[in-house]
């Protein structure tokens, strides 16, 4: 039996004519930049998420990107993240010119330590970025203390329909920050993201920075970039973003399985399931267990038809193009250990329980 890590070919066959009538309807227009398909999505999405006021851009790195712009970081100042996360959480900061500040993880949620965020903190320190990381929103109460004032910018790229004490990711802090990326819960057909604010002026600020700066056409009023969605990617959302809810929930459901295979096929004790903390809603971008001598592990699932992934093998401190900040591996110890141990397996909503029951069985012979 094959079981991918990913098949988006089930997802496209049961939306194929909405999505080929949609790109029609965009090619008829002629209009492929911004315009009103674009605006159109911003409108939705903003209802479906929760939030006043959504932006979209060509990516999520480039979310996060012009999210620093907009709150004006950049030469002289730090921003924490964690070490342990998808390299744009940490390369954004590096590109407005502002230093990454390396923070290791909570053992439990693979997140930021809100603890060593405080003690991390400095009168440099412009923003905090946690990752809502595989699907789950990271710990905000405390984070939100600690932070006393200073932005937090969300890094929700992974975490779109995930939720807080019932508040969305995206509206828990100053900014979020989300990736529309082909594999994602939400995925267009190419690259894709979306800013979130409860602020009017701090969106104001985000559409123009989306666009060269530039209001009105040619005009520049500040330096931005070129930020902007292609109105097919936004087409192609349109039609995906009614399904959400119930792909979401289908993820959690698969998730629910693979708890109860794990249970039954008496692994507890040799796998490390992930973690839902109470009124947290995990969205289950990405199914990630932790298992000893992973790497074998991995070798072994794939003989047996079996797709992987490794999110993340080399933390930021680790990083080549991070050498000159001078971490030591002893500062953040449980981002080495989460590495060495992760492992994602298939969770996408059209999985089977057949399917979950190969995945199972066969990390059964190899852990057991």
């Not at 006043?52 to 002289?76: E, R």
């Not at 009105?216 to 109105?231: Q, T």
């Not at 289908?250 to 629910?256: D, I, L």
Request: aromatic letters at 6%.
């Amino acid at each position: 039996m094959q079981v991918p890590l990913l098949d988006l070919r089930l997802q496209y066959a049961s939306i194929r004519e909405d999505v080929l009538s949609a790109v029609t309807r965009v090619c008829d227009s002629q209009q492929f930049i911004l315009g009103s398909e674009v605006e159109q999505l911003e409108s939705e999405i903003a209802a479906a998420i929760g939030v006043p006021y959504a932006i979209a851009v060509s990516s999520g790195t480039d979310a996060l990107l012009v999210a620093l712009m907009a709150l004006g970081i950049g030469h002289g100042d730090e921003v924490i993240v964690p070490t342990f996360s998808f390299f744009a959480t940490a390369g954004s900061v590096s590109r407005v010119g502002a230093t990454p500040v390396f923070v290791d993880i909570d053992p439990e949620t693979l997140m930021l330590d809100v603890g060593r965020v405080r003690a991390a903190m400095t009168s440099k320190t412009k923003a905090i970025i946690p990752v809502h990381l595989y699907g789950l929103c990271a710990d905000m109460t405390p984070l939100t203390s600690a932070a006393d004032g200073i932005h937090i910018i969300e890094d929700a790229a992974q975490a779109i329909g995930a939720t807080y004490h019932g508040e969305p990711a995206g509206a828990l802090g100053t900014i979020g920050c989300f990736s529309f990326f082909p594999t994602k819960n939400l995925g267009g057909f190419g690259d894709g993201g979306l800013v979130t604010t409860t602020d009017e002026r701090l969106a104001a600020r985000v559409r123009l920075l989306r666009n060269h700066g530039a209001q009105p056409k040619y005009v520049h009023h500040v330096i931005g970039g070129n930020f902007r969605l292609d109105a097919l990617q936004a087409a192609v959302l349109r039609v995906k973003l009614p399904h959400l809810l119930d792909w979401n929930r289908k993820r959690r459901a698969n998730a629910a399985t693979y708890r109860e295979l794990v249970a039954r096929a008496g692994l507890a004790d040799r796998v490390r399931l992930p973690v839902e903390p109470a009124a947290r809603t995990h969205v289950y971008h990405q199914f990630v267990i932790r298992v000893p001598e992973r790497d074998v592990i991995r070798a072994h699932l794939a003989s047996r038809g079996i797709g992987t992934e490794v999110y993340y093998p080399v933390p930021f401190h680790r990083q080549p193009c991070f050498t000159h900040l001078g971490y030591s591996c002893e500062a953040v110890p449980n981002a080495d250990t989460a590495a060495r141990a992760v492992l994602a397996l298939p969770i996408y909503p059209e999985l089977t329980s057949d399917q979950e029951q190969h995945v199972i069985d066969s990390l059964a012979e190899c852990v057991a």
